[in-house]
C-alpha cells in the first residue's frame, strides 16, 4: 500500500495538479481512466487520492454542518480541524484497506479469477484493485454538505465508477462484476461515507 513508482507503469502523476486531473479524468472518462491510470504496483497514488477525497469530504461536512464537530477543544475551529486531519491522515488509510478487502474477497467469491475464459496475465492484482477503490470515490469529494440527495447521488456514482473499473481491470463479465463490486461499494461507499444513512433519510427508512 505504500509502494510509490519514480516510473510507474501507466500510473499517475504526482503532484496537486495530478490529483486533479486524476480527479477530473476518474468522472468524465473513467473507462480511458482506469487503463491508462491504473499501474501494477503503484498504490501510493491512489491512497493520497482516497485521503484528500476523505479530507475534503470532512471539510464540506463541518463547514456547512458545525454542529457535527465533537467538543475536541474549547475552539470549534481547532476542534473541526482536527476532524479532518483525522479523517484524512487515519480513516481515509483504514477504510480503503477495509474496502479493498471487502474488493478482494467479493472478486473471489464472484469467480472473477477463474473459468471466465480470461488469461491471468490479462487480469489486474489486488494493487489495481485497491487502486480502483480509491479512485472510484472521486464524486465522494462532493458530498460533504449533510445533503441526502446529494450524497445518494453521488454514492450510486462512486458504485458505478467502482463497478466499470474492476470491469476494465479485472476484463470479467458485468454479472461477475456486480456480485464483485457490490458489497465493496456499499461498505466503502455506502456506510464509510454514510451514503446508506442519507438514503434512509431521503426515502424515510
Same mark, same amino acid.
Given at each position: ?67 457535527? %464537530? =465533537? ?6 475551529? @481547532?476542534? !473541526?480541524? *482536527?476532524?479532518? #486531519? $483525522? ?59 449533510? %445533503? =441526502? ?6 454514492? @450510486?456514482? !462512486?458504485? *458505478?465508477?467502482? #463497478? $466499470? ?41
Amino acid at each position: 500500500m505504500t509502494s510509490w513508482y519514480e516510473d510507474p507503469d501507466g500510473g499517475r502523476a504526482r503532484g496537486p495538479r495530478g490529483l486533479a486531473r486524476a480527479w477530473l479524468e476518474a468522472l468524465g472518462r473513467p473507462r480511458r481512466f482506469f487503463v491508462t491510470g491504473v499501474g501494477p504496483g503503484d498504490q501510493a497514488p491512489g491512497l493520497t487520492f482516497a485521503a484528500v477525497v476523505a479530507g475534503v469530504f470532512a471539510l464540506g461536512w463541518v463547514v456547512s454542518d458545525p454542529a457535527i %464537530v =465533537p467538543g475536541i477543544t474549547e475552539n470549534v475551529v @481547532l476542534s !473541526a480541524t *482536527v476532524v479532518v #486531519l $483525522v479523517v484524512t491522515a487515519l480513516a481515509a488509510p483504514v477504510g480503503l484497506h477495509l474496502t479493498a478487502a471487502v474488493a478482494t474477497v467479493s472478486l473471489i467469491v464472484a469467480s472473477i479469477e477463474v473459468n471466465d475464459g480470461v488469461s491471468l496475465r490479462d487480469r489486474g492484482g489486488v494493487s489495481e484493485t485497491v487502486q480502483v477503490v480509491a479512485y472510484a470515490s472521486a464524486p465522494m469529494a462532493l458530498a460533504g454538505p449533510p %445533503v =441526502p440527495a446529494l450524497r445518494l447521488a453521488c454514492g @450510486l456514482y !462512486a458504485a *458505478v465508477l467502482l #463497478l $466499470v473499473g474492476l470491469r476494465t481491470i479485472h476484463a470479467t463479465t458485468w454479472l461477475r462484476t456486480l456480485v464483485g463490486g457490490l458489497p465493496p461499494a456499499v461498505f466503502g461507499y455506502g456506510i464509510g461515507y454514510r451514503v446508506v444513512a442519507a438514503t434512509r433519510t431521503l426515502f424515510g427508512g
